[in-house]
């Protein structure tokens, strides 16, 4: 069964960095654009950032030139470094191999909090 594991998040105060991982089983990591998105409580999920599976990459404007996105092809592994959060980068962070019909993971709670 392929699925997404993420992992990375955590407490951080406002300026401070993260970075995510997502582990994605299953032999269909090449093939797909990779998203990682988030979703506020009483908001909807939102794309901040994506990557192609040839390395293109575009982001939200609410996090370009603070957040990076990666991807290992070899390990099966996408990553989000956030950098100078803010309190409004709280929220609960999913990656997802966009338009491939697996279901979304179980996220990662980012919280930015003084």
């Known amino acids: 069964q392929v699925q997404f594991v993420e992992s990375g998040g955590g407490l951080v105060q406002p300026g401070g960095s993260l970075r995510l991982s997502c582990i994605i089983s299953?032999?269909?990591?090449?093939?797909?654009?990779m998203g990682w998105y988030r979703q506020a409580p009483g908001t909807q999920r939102e794309l901040v950032a994506s990557?192609?599976?040839?390395?293109?990459?575009t982001y939200a404007d609410s996090v370009k030139g603070r957040f990076t996105i990666a991807r290992d092809n070899a390990k099966n592994t996408g990553y989000l470094q956030m950098n100078s959060l803010k309190p409004e980068d709280t929220a609960i962070y999913y990656c997802?191999?966009?338009?491939?019909?697996?279901?979304w993971g179980r996220g990662t709670q980012v919280t930015v909090s003084s």
């Open positions: 997802k191999l966009i338009g491939s019909g697996i279901a």
């Open positions: 299953g032999r269909m990591f090449n093939i797909y654009t």
């Open positions: 990557i192609t599976s040839t390395g293109s990459t």
